[in-house]
Nanobody
Framework: QVQLVESGGGSVQAGGSLRLTCTASRGMRERDCMGWFRQALGKEREVVGVTDNDGRLTYASAVKGRFTISNDNSKNILYLQMNNLTPEDSAMYYC???????????????????WGQGTQVTVSS
């Protein structure tokens, strides 16, 4: 079990930026994958992006080109840099992880082993 703790959420105006941080209880290992999901009020949860330990990233079309996932394994941290935010990006953002075979594909469809508690992002117009 890996504990995940998100931080960095807050309120920002449209066009602004935020960087979310996910601190894990251990660093990524060879067969680990991590990512970000979000859920807006009254809407279904959706994937933001996922990465494997080789740094292969996949982003949802709604955020591609605006959001960037990176990790600092020396600090057990996964980042989500969000630029050019719009009100449609307002949601609770969750850090997720999974391990083993096809973990990236499993994470993409929401089959995560570990979830953080979430951090709220609110974008005003």
């Amino acid at each position: 079990q890996v504990q995940l703790v998100e931080s960095g959420g807050g309120s920002v105006q449209a066009g602004g930026s935020l960087r979310l941080t996910c601190t894990a209880s251990r660093g990524m290992r060879e067969r680990d994958c991590m990512g970000w999901f979000r859920q807006a009020l009254g809407k279904e949860r959706e994937v933001v992006g996922v990465t494997d330990n080789d740094g292969r990233l996949t982003y949802a079309s709604a955020v591609k080109g605006r959001f960037t996932i990176s990790n600092d394994n020396s600090k057990n941290i996964l980042y989500l840099q969000m630029n050019n935010l719009t009100p449609e990006d307002s949601a609770m953002y969750y850090c997720v992880s999974a391990s083993g075979l096809a973990c990236k594909a499993r994470l993409w469809r929401g089959d995560a082993t570990n979830w953080g508690q979430g951090t709220q992002v609110t974008v005003s117009s």
